[in-house]
């Protein structure tokens, strides 16, 4: 038996060929704004936990942020060859697999459904904390507010993948909004806040940006996605796909390093330091430069229904691994085959219950504070770029292309030292070992399964699906 590939993923491509430009154009518009929700939306609060790991000191903010763009850059690149040598999706799970044999599809896939929750619970609470922020007498009901935020946004996938193009909208007004924001606070001559470094980071400037700047790199969370969501666009050949997914790993590029640079800087010029415990520091900063008008609000309400777009983004593409993984009544699979039970939606509700469980036991666990979370949230995705990355290395080898494998090379040795400081943080320790376990418990169930083909796929067949 084998697990079967998608009919979209597999769909003739004659649509694309003979399609107008103007639908295409669209269609574009709504698949890169909303495959780009969720590192967007991570702005909300990396620029705030780099700021944290610095003690509050805003002179080293910059670069520790510049440096976190570069990174970005690098993983970006290495997605860029992905989505060159794989079409039709798959990841760094299929890379993976081509490069090093089947049993290594299991790492990335055990650190995606790591990542999904985390997505879930980070994004769930910072858009709490954007509405308190807002409406600061909200803040005796964090936890109840998360909790509620997150039963809505888990509720509305019950009607499938029908919002894509609300998600780009709302990626579309975050930005509007944060550029208008941008202007008036660089702008206006009476913008300002205030600064308090919370101590000494006790060593060198150098020092402490390089070990502040890895947990920052929650911003690279979802950068990985267009080289799997390219699977959904069935309707197109393999060229449009790549180019559909160069595209948006570019537009990507430009918007969050652009914003989160800007910010960076703003946050800087306007002394906006650690915010207290009822607010962020990007709602400070937009406090800060537009004052408490319509503007401020505009840009907290935009940016709390981006972070829910990114959490309902995970909400679809979690369960859609669980369900890609199960088998049926025809076929064996990894997982049970109640995970992938779906209504008539397509939407495979155990496995929506499996990750609003685990999401809400993480928002409890830390009081629905999003920072709380951002050093598990920069551990587990980081397994799956270290193994992407080592595996576009492999291919430059067997293709005598020993500068592409120098480049590739050094990103995999700079992704893991990123993994490697977050993780002698501590508790994000346990991150790593969630996905461990999963990875092991899907290969042994595998291996049980008689080791069904298709596994190497199974990226793109979740997205597909």
Same mark, same amino acid.
């Given at each position: 038996m084998t697990i079967s590939k998608s009919a979209a993923a597999t769909a003739p491509p004659a649509a694309a060929t003979h399609g107008r430009t103007p639908r295409r154009s669209v269609l574009f518009f709504?698949?890169?704004? =909303?495959?780009?929700? #969720? /590192?967007?939306?991570?702005?909300?609060?990396?620029?705030? $936990?780099?700021?944290?790991?610095?003690?509050? #000191?805003?002179?080293?903010?910059? /670069?520790?942020?510049?440096?976190v763009i570069g990174l970005v850059v690098?993983?970006? =690149?290495?997605?860029?060859?992905?989505?060159?040598?794989?079409?039709?999706?798959?990841?760094?799970?299929?890379? =993976? $697999?081509?490069?090093?044999? $089947?049993?290594?599809?299991? /790492? /990335?896939?055990g650190a995606l459904v790591v990542d999904f929750v985390l997505t879930i619970g980070i994004s769930i609470a910072a858009a709490a904390s954007a509405v308190i922020a807002l409406f600061p007498g909200r803040a005796p009901w964090r936890i109840p507010l998360a909790l509620a935020l997150l039963v809505v946004v888990a509720g509305l996938t019950w009607f499938g993948h029908g919002g894509r193009l609300l998600f780009a909208v709302m990626?579309?007004?975050?930005?509007?909004?944060?550029?208008?924001?941008?202007?008036?606070?660089?702008?206006s001559p009476h913008a300002t806040g205030h600064a308090t470094a919370s101590g000494s980071p006790g060593h060198s400037a150098v020092l402490a940006v390089v070990l502040a700047f890895p947990v920052a790199m929650a911003l690279a969370t979802g950068v990985e996605a267009p080289s799997t969501a390219i699977a959904q666009l069935g309707q197109l050949d393999d060229t449009h796909r790549r180019r559909f997914g160069r595209g948006t790993l570019a537009l990507l590029v430009v918007i969050v390093g652009g914003l989160t640079l800007s910010l960076t800087a703003l946050a800087v010029q306007l002394h906006i330091g650690i915010p207290g415990a009822d607010s962020t520091q990007i709602a400070d900063i937009a406090h800060a430069a537009a004052g408490p008008g319509w503007l401020y609000g505009a840009f907290q309400l935009t940016s709390s229904l981006l972070l829910l777009a990114a959490a309902s983004s995970s909400f679809q593409a979690g369960p859609g691994l669980l369900k890609a993984l199960s088998g049926t009544s025809e076929r064996p699979g990894v997982l049970p085959p109640v995970l992938?039970?779906?209504?008539?939606?397509?939407?495979p509700y155990w496995s929506v219950l499996v990750y609003l469980v685990a999401a809400a036991l993480i928002i409890v666990a830390a009081a629905g504070q999003e920072q709380e979370l951002v050093l598990f949230y920069a551990v587990a995705v980081f397994v799956s770029f270290l193994v992407g990355l080592l595996a576009m290395t492999r291919f430059a080898l067997r293709e005598g292309k020993p500068a592409l494998a120098w480049v590739n090379g050094v990103a995999a040795v700079a992704v893991a030292f990123t993994l490697g400081v977050n993780l002698l943080r501590g508790w994000p320790v346990l991150s790593m070992v969630a996905t461990l376990l999963i990875a092991v418990g899907l290969f042994f169930r595998w291996n049980r399964a008689g080791r069904p083909t298709g596994i190497e796929d199974i990226e793109a067949q979740a997205e597909a699906g």
């Open positions: 709504a698949f890169a704004f =909303a495959v780009i929700a #969720d /590192p967007v939306s991570s702005v909300a609060y990396a620029i705030e $936990a780099a700021l944290r790991a610095l003690h509050g #000191d805003l002179a080293l903010l910059l /670069p520790t942020m510049s440096l690098v993983v970006t =690149a290495n997605y860029w060859q992905l989505v060159r040598r794989f079409p039709k999706g798959g990841g760094a799970a299929a890379a =993976a $697999a081509q490069a090093f044999g $089947a049993r290594w599809t299991f /790492p /990335p896939i990626t579309v007004a975050f930005v509007v909004i944060s550029v208008a924001v941008l202007i008036l606070g660089f702008t992938g039970r779906a209504n008539r939606h397509h939407t």
